[in-house]
């Protein structure tokens, strides 16, 4: 599980077997995980996250789009 990005309590990894998935993030915090799309940014699974987490995971990930998506290829299409 490749780590991209940690900030406070949220670790922004992929799983090393999402390959055949289109470009995501998924972000953890304690038992909690959301998955995001990165192409275009939108919400695909919320991990019981509450709104106010959600809007600033979804602002975060368009800060770090370019990081995200770069961290993708460079891990998968090795």
């Known amino acids: 599980m490749p780590t991209v990005l940690k900030i406070g309590p949220y670790r922004y990894f992929f ?6 998935e289109p ?3 998924h ?3 304690d038992d909690k ?3 995001i799309w990165l192409d275009p940014v939108r919400l695909d699974n919320s991990g019981g996250f509450n709104r106010k987490e959600i809007s ?3 602002k975060t990930v368009q800060e770090h789009h370019q990081e995200f998506v770069e961290a ?3 891990y998968f299409d090795e």
């Open 15 to 20: 799983y090393s077997g999402d390959r055949d």
């Open 23 to 25: 470009v995501h993030i």
């Open 27 to 29: 972000i953890e915090r």
């Open 33 to 35: 995980i959301a998955k």
């Open 56 to 58: 600033e995971m979804l």
């Open 72 to 74: 993708w290829h460079d």
